[in-house]
């Protein structure tokens, strides 16, 4: 058999005994002398290569079965293994190493694992065209845009006569819910590299998380209190109610007072707790049968609905309950108290400060037959009561407290139990199909207090 080439960088020549040894070495200087005179740099290579094997201890009856083929072992280069997002590499041929140092080993390097190669040839991250679009919009909108207006300013005082509130112990009302919205005066969190959310947003919704509170017309009616200019300047109430709900529109305070989509329930008060609203004035052509009012556009909304039901022939609808005081509010829910205990009374009436009443923005209604007006209890069941049911919200009210609610407001059924919240919004309160306040703004349920 030919003796292997000692040049080629994959063969490794296997130890030998003495004896194999003295033979191979016969071999090899045959070979060597034959080619002295081209090669002399590499068999000297060899010679201090085999050499060096001598010394190693090896098993001898291994050894002698092989020596006479002076076996050579080949081994294969390894392969390195694709890695999740780059090519393939092809196998990797590397040329024969360089001779040993003088007087010295050469140090082993370490062998490249696949971790190692994965690590070393793993792509970086690339943005995709739709991320670099909607962050180059955002930026374009928050420059131009100026900010979110985040303090809104209260209705403008008007000389007009301020009516008398009711002291009616026959109180249903909330307390308000924080809307999920992000103060912009907080620092900006960072979100460890390991848990963020990789996904990018498409060009529109970008847009859509900015533009509403960075829009000059839609900032600008909320500075006015201008509600109704601020929902169209949103795209609509559907739009309007989403971007909130979303909380996608931080800039929309649902715990202020002024604005007629503040939430009032149990897990917020009022902020001030004595606010009181400005302008309030009595129901046009309308009993009250208490003499309080409702603040003006209110007030306005249910002379029209009145009206509207004695149009259709349900009959004449009185106020029997409007705006109350925080003060009065204390008396009130103080009686209950006395009655019912703390369970009970939270169960039917606000504590002061939570109430809708006093924004004046509820109305507790009765029906009314031959001049003669009936009570809360007649409500449910009267051609008034169920007329409302249907037509109120296109008027701008809805039912507060529906049966089957108590779970989310905390109160107990209540028929009579109006809540003005503008024409705009209770169209799409209607066509939602919603029956809670804290559903339609996608907030939490607010069955109890606090404390």
């Known amino acids: 058999m030919t003796a292997p080439d000692p040049h080629d960088p994959l063969v490794v020549h296997a130890p030998l005994t003495r004896r194999a040894l003295r033979e191979a070495r016969a071999r090899a200087d045959a070979e060597q002398r034959a080619r002295s005179t081209a090669r002399p740099v590499q068999d000297e290579a060899m010679d201090a290569a085999a050499a060096a094997s001598s010394t190693i201890d090896v098993d001898a009856s291994t050894v002698a079965d092989r020596a006479d083929t002076a076996t050579v072992q080949t081994l294969p280069i390894p392969v390195i293994e694709p890695d999740e997002d780059g090519p393939s590499h092809p ?26 190669a994965h690590a070393r040839h793993a792509r970086k991250p690339r943005v995709g065209v739709t991320a670099r679009i909607s962050l180059a919009a955002a930026s374009a909108l928050v420059l131009a845009g100026g900010g979110s207006a985040f303090a809104l300013s209260q209705l403008p005082e008007q000389n007009v006569s301020v009516t008398a509130e009711s002291t009616l112990v026959a109180d249903i009302t909330g307390s308000k819910v924080g809307p999920r919205m992000v103060d912009p005066t ?7 590299t ?7 947003p498409s060009f529109d919704q970008s847009l859509a998380s900015i533009a509403l509170c960075d829009t000059d017309d839609f900032t600008r009616a909320l500075k006015n209190g201008d509600d109704a200019a601020a929902i169209r300047a949103a795209g609509g109430a559907e739009q309007f109610r989403d971007a909130v709900a979303d909380g996608q529109a ?20 009022l902020d001030p707790k004595d606010y009181a609203p400005s302008p309030r004035q009595q129901p046009s052509g ?14 306005d909304a249910l002379t029209a609905l009145d009206k509207a039901a004695r149009k259709a022939g349900a009959g004449q609808i009185a106020l029997n309950s409007g705006y109350r005081s925080y003060k009065t509010q204390i008396g009130n ?38 001049g003669s007006c009936a009570t809360l209890d007649d409500v449910a069941g009267s051609p008034q009561g169920d007329w409302i049911v249907k037509n109120a919200w ?6 507060r407290y529906e049966k089957g609610e ?44 606090a404390d």
């Open 91 to 116: 196998p990797i041929f590397k040329p024969p190493p360089p001779p040993l140092p003088e007087g010295g080993l050469r140090p082993v390097p370490r062998p490249l694992t696949t971790e190692h």
């Open 186 to 192: 907080m620092e900006p969190t960072t979100t460890p």
């Open 194 to 200: 390991a848990a963020r959310d990789e996904t990018v």
């Open 250 to 269: 931080p800039c929309v305070p649902l715990t202020d007072p002024t604005h007629v989509w503040v939430v009032v329930d149990k897990t917020h008060a």
């Open 286 to 299: 309308m009993e009250s049968l208490d003499g309080s009012g409702l603040r003006s556009d209110a007030a």
């Open 333 to 370: 829910y103080g009686t209950q108290k006395a009655d019912r205990g703390t369970k009970g009374a939270d169960a039917v009436s606000a504590r002061p400060g939570y109430s809708e009443h006093q924004t004046g923005l509820a109305a507790d209604v009765v029906p009314c037959t031959d």
């Open 394 to 399: 296109k008027y701008g009210w809805i039912v």
């Open 406 to 449: 108590t779970d989310v407001t905390g109160y107990e059924p209540e028929p009579w139990h109006l809540r003005y919240i503008g024409r705009d919004l209770a169209g799409a309160y209607h066509d939602g199909g919603y029956r809670t306040l804290e559903q339609f703004f996608g907030l939490p349920a607010s069955p109890d207090y």
